[in-house]
């Protein structure tokens, strides 16, 4: 046994020209056993003289087949239908190239007798793909039997999918896993209970019996396989599997296979936008794409997780010009390296990658002589609440400044359409950031009512207002994920604090759907689902990563940050919201504001940047907005007063 174990586990290691005279040698083996097996009713010395003396041409033309196929190339201890296809294809093309011989040789002057009678060549072929194929199959099995008796404490593991991606998976983790694996279960999302089994191992259903199975077979850990499973099962067999402390991983889409093999360090660990990732979304596809098709768009803060995202799925359309505009040096490096990727050719022919700051007029304005964007996507903002609180003149001049000017631009250059991302913390705001963007909400909605009562000016301007997305910097799933790998502790500000989340690409596409469907001064609100506290999203993190809370990882409350809510809303006490046509999009009815007074008002706020007065500052940004109420900062004291504070005192205060 351990010499079979040393030949076995040292087949990669055979050179391919070794394989390749084996495979030669089977073959004449083959061919000898055929002749054996002609001859012996029928036997006749000149025939079978003939016979074997056309011996070199046959393992030639068999040589030249297997070389063809590559045959030797393969590793045989990984043998699969694809290399038993092949065999048979290789088989195939020497039969026909040996018929063809013979008949040619039939018909010679001096020879009137086959060289390769029929019957010869059939029972040559026969023997010669089953040696082939018994040889490889061999192997397997050997390395098999010597792989799993080298491992003899083997992990339970189970597979949820009992279709070919689900025996693919099995045998990538029974082979290739540095530990031993034994796959002891599968399950499948069928309502039958009838246990069948799948190579070798029984098939449970996953709807009754999971729980059961994991229990009495001491699964550790399961592995999602199955293609077809539907988002909301997927996520229900992770959440029963983490109640039971049984790590989940998945299998990646059989498109993300390496040349079409799924490789073992592809079956990861489930994350927990794995638990939050909601069904794919309908787009009208066609309605899109008849409104970006062969115009010039552009993405502001492209190089932003939304505004990156808005690139993704901008490509997928034919936009006649792509501006990519951002102020950020090195998200823009790391765009137009992922395009130069994933589209090669485009950025030569309608991507543009522009290095721009929203807030710089004059460079803007020379954007806009450049490209004459026809449809405007605005994703361009500071969104961290903290940072902003801190620095509430950034806020006003990048949200509120940096919108106006390219709102105003889109205006002097004639654009169709302007689609602004805004955030659920622009309702009922407690901290400058949200109210920086109801500010610049307030803007773009009348102005464009503005725009539709004194002009014919084609520009509509539409809001888009949506929660948390996963992965996006500064969200907590990132920060919890790098705490859990250094250890922790896991940080959360409150322990009732809860928050909407949906994925980026499923935003960016609501965005496109919403800038689709608007007519202008509208602000569509996304159906974010349901609410979900961060103290549970802490906990399932834990649990995906294979950690026991309160063991190996601990959890700190460590108090609400300035200017942070416990609960975000999506429309405040006043407002209320219509259904489209989309169910996932609502359109929030707000208040109205005119025009001529609040650019007034924000040019007065805009103006008041160069103070660097941080209370004068948020004063006038209360008054614009009345219902901005501070929560946990020190512009709570605005709230109380009437008049605004000596803004020399306070501004001591924000510096201690």
Same mark, same amino acid.
């Given at each position: 046994?351990?010499?079979?174990?040393?030949?076995?586990?040292?087949?990669?290691?055979?050179?391919?020209?070794?394989?390749?005279?084996?495979?030669?040698?089977?073959?004449?083996?083959?061919?000898?056993?055929?002749?054996?097996?002609?001859?012996?009713?029928?036997?006749?010395?000149?025939?079978?003289?003939?016979?074997?003396?056309?011996?070199?041409?046959?393992?030639?033309?068999?040589?030249?087949?297997?070389?063809?196929?590559?045959?030797?190339?393969?590793?045989?201890?990984?043998?699969?239908?694809?290399?038993?296809?092949?065999?048979?294809?290789?088989?195939?093309?020497?039969?026909?190239?040996?018929?063809?011989?013979?008949?040619?040789?039939?018909?010679?002057?001096?020879?009137?007798?086959?060289?390769?009678?029929?019957?010869?060549?059939?029972?040559?072929?026969?023997?010669?793909?089953?040696?082939?194929?018994?040889?490889?199959?061999?192997?397997?099995?050997?390395?098999?039997?010597?792989?799993?008796?080298?491992?003899?404490?083997?992990?339970?593991?189970?597979?949820?999918?009992?279709?070919?991606?689900?025996?693919?998976?099995?045998?990538?983790?029974?082979?290739?896993?540095?530990?031993?694996?034994?796959?002891?279960?599968?399950?499948?999302?069928?309502?039958?209970?009838?246990?069948?089994?799948?190579?070798?191992?029984?098939?449970?259903?996953?709807?009754?019996?999971?729980?059961?199975?994991?229990?009495?077979?001491?699964?550790?850990?399961?592995?999602?396989?199955?293609?077809?499973?539907?988002?909301?099962?997927?996520?229900?067999?992770?959440?029963?599997?983490?109640?039971?402390?049984?790590?989940?991983?998945?299998?990646?889409?059989?498109?993300?296979?390496?040349?079409?093999?799924?490789?073992?360090?592809?079956?990861?660990?489930?994350?927990?936008?794995?638990?939050?990732?909601?069904?794919?979304?309908?787009?009208?596809?066609?309605?899109?794409?008849?409104?970006?098709?062969?115009?010039?768009?552009?993405?502001?803060?492209?190089?932003?997780?939304?505004?990156?995202?808005?690139?993704?799925?901008?490509?997928?359309?034919?936009?006649?010009?792509?501006?990519?505009?951002?102020?950020?040096?090195?998200?823009?490096?790391?765009?137009?390296?992922?395009?130069?990727?994933?589209?090669?050719?485009?950025?030569? &022919?309608?991507? #543009? !990658?522009?290095?721009?700051?929203? @807030?710089?007029?004059?460079?803007?304005?020379? =954007?806009? $002589? *450049?490209?004459?964007?026809?449809?405007?996507?605005?994703?361009?903002?500071?969104?961290?609440?903290?940072?902003?609180?801190?620095?509430?003149?950034?806020?006003?001049?990048?949200?509120?400044?940096?919108?106006?000017?390219?709102?105003?631009?889109?205006?002097?250059?004639?654009?169709?359409?302007?689609?602004?991302?805004?955030?659920?913390?622009?309702?009922?705001?407690?901290?400058?950031?949200?109210?920086?963007?109801?500010?610049?909400?307030?803007?773009?909605?009348?102005?464009?009512?503005?725009?539709?009562?004194?002009?014919?000016?084609?520009?509509?301007?539409?809001?888009?207002?949506?929660?948390?997305?996963?992965?996006?910097?500064?969200?907590?799933?990132?920060?919890?994920?790098?705490?859990?790998?250094?250890?922790?502790?896991?940080?959360? &500000?409150?322990? #009732? !604090?809860?928050?909407?989340?949906? @994925?980026?690409?499923?935003?960016?596409?609501? =965005?496109? $759907? *919403?800038?689709?469907?608007?007519?202008?001064?509208?602000?569509?609100?996304?159906?974010?689902?349901?609410?979900?506290?961060?103290?549970?999203?802490?906990?399932?993190?834990?649990?995906?990563?294979?950690?026991?809370?309160?063991?190996?990882?601990?959890?700190?409350?460590?108090?609400?940050?300035?200017?942070?809510?416990?609960?975000?809303?999506?429309?405040?006490?006043?407002?209320?919201?219509?259904?489209?046509?989309?169910?996932?999009?609502?359109?929030?009815?707000?208040?109205?504001?005119?025009?001529?007074?609040?650019?007034?008002?924000?040019?007065?706020?805009?103006?008041?940047?160069?103070?660097?007065?941080?209370?004068?500052?948020?004063?006038?940004?209360?008054?614009?907005?009345?219902?901005?109420?501070?929560?946990?900062?020190?512009?709570?004291?605005?709230?109380?007063?009437?008049?605004?504070?000596?803004?020399?005192?306070?501004?001591?205060?924000?510096?201690?």
């Amino acid at each position: 046994m351990k010499l079979l174990r040393v030949i076995f586990s040292k087949s990669s290691q055979v050179p391919r020209w070794f394989i390749l005279l084996f495979d030669i040698g089977l073959c004449a083996l083959a061919y000898v056993l055929a002749i054996v097996s002609r001859y012996t009713l029928d036997f006749n010395v000149i025939n079978l003289y003939d016979a074997l003396s056309a011996i070199p041409i046959l393992l030639l033309v068999k040589a030249v087949s297997i070389s063809y196929f590559r045959l030797h190339a393969f590793v045989i201890r990984h043998t699969s239908i694809q290399d038993g296809v092949r065999i048979f294809y290789a088989m195939s093309t020497s039969f026909l190239f040996l018929f063809i011989i013979d008949s040619v040789y039939l018909y010679f002057p001096l020879k009137k007798e086959h060289i390769f009678p029929v019957t010869l060549l059939l029972v040559d072929f026969i023997l010669s793909t089953f040696f082939l194929g018994s040889f490889r199959l061999f192997v397997r099995l050997m390395f098999i039997r010597i792989n799993s008796n080298s491992k003899s404490d083997k992990e339970p593991y189970a597979v949820y999918g009992a279709g070919s991606s689900g025996i693919i998976a099995k045998r990538k983790l029974e082979l290739e896993s540095e530990h031993g694996i034994k796959v002891v279960a599968f399950f499948h999302n069928g309502s039958t209970t009838f246990e069948k089994i799948l190579d070798g191992v029984t098939i449970y259903n996953g709807n009754h019996d999971l729980e059961s199975v994991i229990r009495k077979l001491e699964i550790k850990q399961l592995v999602i396989a199955d293609q077809d499973l539907p988002i909301s099962k997927k996520q229900d067999v992770i959440e029963r599997c983490l109640n039971l402390n049984v790590i989940v991983r998945t299998v990646p889409p059989v498109e993300k296979w390496i040349n079409g093999e799924l490789s073992f360090k592809q079956i990861k660990q489930a994350k927990i936008e794995d638990l939050i990732e909601r069904d794919v979304i309908k787009l009208n596809k066609d309605a899109i794409g008849n409104q970006v098709n062969n115009k010039v768009v552009m993405v502001t803060g492209a190089g932003g997780s939304i505004g990156s995202e808005m690139v993704r799925q901008l490509l997928k359309f034919k936009p006649k010009k792509l501006v990519c505009v951002d102020k950020d040096e090195f998200k823009l490096y790391e765009l137009d390296s992922e395009i130069s990727e994933n589209h090669p050719g485009a950025l030569n &022919t309608f991507v #543009d !990658i522009v290095v721009a700051d929203i @807030t710089n007029k004059p460079r803007m304005t020379r =954007v806009f $002589e *450049a490209f004459h964007p026809e449809i405007i996507y605005h994703a361009a903002a500071y969104k961290h609440v903290p940072l902003m609180e801190e620095n509430p003149g950034e806020a006003v001049w990048t949200n509120i400044n940096g919108t106006k000017t390219v709102s105003d631009l889109a205006v002097e250059f004639s654009a169709s359409k302007f689609v602004m991302v805004s955030t659920d913390k622009a309702v009922n705001p407690t901290n400058v950031m949200g109210a920086s963007k109801r500010i610049a909400e307030i803007y773009v909605q009348s102005l464009n009512n503005h725009l539709i009562k004194t002009d014919g000016t084609k520009t509509r301007f539409i809001t888009t207002r949506f929660g948390n997305v996963l992965g996006s910097s500064g969200s907590v799933i990132p920060r919890f994920r790098k705490q859990i790998e250094e250890g922790g502790p896991i940080t959360v &500000t409150h322990p #009732d !604090i809860t928050r909407y989340f949906m @994925t980026i690409p499923e935003a960016c596409q609501l =965005v496109l $759907e *919403a800038g689709n469907m608007g007519k202008g001064g509208e602000i569509f609100i996304f159906d974010m689902g349901k609410s979900t506290k961060i103290v549970d999203l802490a906990k399932k993190m834990v649990k995906l990563s294979g950690l026991t809370l309160g063991k190996d990882i601990q959890i700190i409350y460590t108090g609400l940050r300035p200017g942070e809510k416990i609960f975000e809303e999506l429309l405040n006490d006043q407002e209320n919201s219509l259904q489209t046509h989309h169910e996932k999009i609502m359109i929030g009815k707000v208040r109205e504001y005119d025009f001529i007074e609040t650019k007034s008002r924000i040019e007065d706020l805009i103006n008041s940047y160069s103070s660097q007065d941080n209370m004068l500052i948020v004063g006038k940004m209360k008054k614009l907005v009345p219902e901005f109420k501070s929560k946990n900062s020190i512009f709570e004291s605005l709230d109380n007063d009437v008049t605004l504070p000596n803004s020399n005192d306070l501004q001591k205060m924000l510096l201690q």
